[in-house]
């Protein structure tokens, strides 16, 4: 959290954040190596490489660390560190494969595409917990994973979250979707227009708020 009268914390990515959004405007950036290169003088450009390498390494240690996080959050017993190699190592074959195999940028809208399929169902079903729940939660008992504890569940799975999720995912927002490489039959119907997010956010919430009844995982006050 920044605090009142430290600008620098916040400046250069108000200003990174203002130049990208000049140059998604005004160039074309199908591709954006090539576009950037247009608007930048010759004696900048090795400085320009440099420090798109040097982010991308930042970047991508974040984003293995956490994601080393949630692989041990979802019982894998690995310490932090293979974790992080693993990830580094599956991450780096997933790059090369989407550089050399696919077109780079096509692989990036498809995965985009994919994430914001899987991410309105997930959404709901926690907002859908904590509605159930009246946002009482234990926070101790959160961070705890053992056998028979609140949120243990059935052998550690919440089995109504896992089917509100699969389910909706595979069925409602895989027929309402339009993307590049699928369009669903009922987008199809309907002019080629994605409802995947909505519908899959309220399928979600029905197929938990349904499941938890049914299991009774969630007790009633």
Same mark, same amino acid.
């Given at each position: 959290?920044?605090?009142?009268?430290?600008?620098?914390?916040?400046?250069?990515?108000?200003?990174?954040?203002?130049?990208?959004?000049?140059?998604?405007?005004?160039?074309?950036?199908?591709?954006?190596?090539?576009?950037?290169?247009?608007?930048?003088?010759?004696?900048?450009?090795?400085?320009?490489?440099?420090?798109?390498?040097?982010?991308?390494?930042?970047?991508?240690?974040?984003?293995?660390?956490?994601?080393?996080?949630?692989?041990?959050?979802?019982?894998?017993?690995?310490?932090?560190?293979?974790?992080?190699?693993?990830?580094?190592?599956?991450?780096?074959?997933?790059?090369?494969?989407?550089?050399?195999?696919?077109?780079?940028?096509?692989?990036?809208?498809?995965?985009?595409?994919?994430?914001?399929?899987?991410? &309105?169902?997930?959404? %709901?079903? @926690? /907002?859908?917990?904590?509605?159930? +729940?009246?946002? =009482?939660?234990?926070?101790? *008992?959160?961070?705890?994973?053992?056998?028979?504890?609140?949120?243990?569940?059935?052998?550690?799975?919440?089995?109504?979250?896992?089917?509100?999720?699969?389910?909706?995912?595979?069925?409602?927002?895989?027929?309402?979707?339009?993307?590049?490489?699928?369009?669903?039959?009922?987008?199809?119907?309907?002019?080629?227009?994605?409802?995947?997010?909505?519908? &899959?956010?309220?399928? %979600?919430? @029905? /197929?938990?708020?349904?499941?938890? +009844?049914?299991? =009774?995982?969630?007790?009633? *006050?």
């Amino acid at each position: 959290m920044c605090r009142p009268g430290r600008p620098a914390l916040y400046l250069p990515s108000t200003v990174f954040t203002m130049v990208g959004a000049l140059a998604a405007t005004s160039l074309d950036m199908s591709d954006p190596e090539a576009a950037l290169e247009s608007i930048l003088p010759g004696w900048f450009i090795p400085v320009f490489v440099i420090a798109v390498v040097v982010n991308t390494m930042t970047n991508n240690g974040m984003t293995a660390y956490s994601a080393s996080l949630s692989i041990q959050s979802v019982g894998v017993r690995l310490a932090r560190i293979p974790a992080v190699l693993i990830i580094g190592v599956l991450g780096t074959i997933m790059t090369l494969y989407a550089i050399l195999v696919f077109d780079f940028l096509t692989s990036v809208n498809t995965m985009l595409q994919l994430v914001v399929v899987v991410t &309105g169902p997930a959404m %709901a079903v @926690a /907002v859908t917990d904590l509605v159930l +729940r009246r946002n =009482r939660y234990n926070g101790p *008992d959160l961070l705890e994973q053992w056998r028979g504890g609140p949120f243990w569940y059935h052998r550690g799975v919440h089995w109504a979250g896992f089917l509100a999720i699969v389910v909706v995912v595979g069925l409602t927002s895989a027929l309402w979707v339009n993307t590049s490489f699928w369009v669903g039959p009922i987008a199809k119907a309907l002019d080629d227009i994605d409802m995947a997010i909505p519908s &899959g956010m309220i399928a %979600a919430a @029905a /197929v938990y708020w349904a499941m938890t +009844r049914a299991l =009774r995982s969630i007790p009633r *006050d």
